[in-house]
């Protein structure tokens, strides 16, 4: 039995499907033109209220609910609950860190999931790479953040709903 393909990002609340690989079976979510930007989406779900009050914090709304095209890989509310209370402390006392680890979430383009397949890594807009992995059929990022629902419609981008935060490098210890 094949599992349905998962991914992620940073936002989103609509009742949409998750992707599956070509060939699964599994099928993608209604095309037509979002009407609410990437910020909106990651408003209106319970999912993703941590994540919401962390761009506000860090001063991304503007940014993130712009006119430029965006993809966005949303950690939920549990995704920030598995964080140690350390590295939590450490991003609510420094602004620019929140930032940074915020925008390693964030890819300029809108990428769909039949593209992240394809994809080895992605530049964030932090300057750092995120690398990908198809594994088992599910889209791992970093090797531990897995894509649990995929290609969440905003009208200036996507987002891919993930289980864990991504932290850049430097953070990861």
């Known amino acids: 039995m094949r599992k349905p393909f998962t991914s992620a ?8 499907p998750a992707i599956a690989l070509p ?5 993608a979510p209604a095309t037509g033109q979002a009407e609410k ?3 909106e989406t990651a408003s209106s779900d319970p999912r993703f209220t941590t994540l919401v009050s962390l761009v506000g914090k860090a001063g991304l709304a503007d940014e993130l609910s712009g006119d430029a095209k965006l993809t966005v890989f949303a950690p939920t509310n549990a995704a920030f609950a598995k964080l140690p209370a350390a590295k939590v402390r ?3 006392r420094n602004k ?27 530049r964030t807009l932090a300057g750092r ?3 990908i992995r198809v ?4 889209v791992v990022l970093n090797r531990r953040s897995k894509v649990i629902q995929t290609d969440i ?13 991504l932290l850049p490098p430097a953070l990861r210890r």
Do not use: F, M, P
Not at 23 to 27: D, K, S, V
Not at 155 to 163: A, E, F, L, R
């Open 153 to 165: 419609a905003a009208s200036n981008g996507t987002i891919h709903v993930i289980d864990r935060v």
């Open 23 to 27: 060939g699964t079976g599994a099928a």
């Open 96 to 122: 620019a860190l929140l930032k940074k680890v915020l925008l390693y979430h964030v890819v300029a383009g809108d990428v769909k999931a039949a593209q992240v397949v394809k994809l080895r890594s992605v």
């Open 129 to 131: 790479k995120v690398h």
């Open 135 to 138: 594994r088992d059929e599910t």
């Open 9 to 16: 990002l940073i936002v989103a609340g609509l009742a949409v």
């Open 90 to 92: 450490q991003l609510g």
């Open 37 to 39: 930007n990437i910020v």
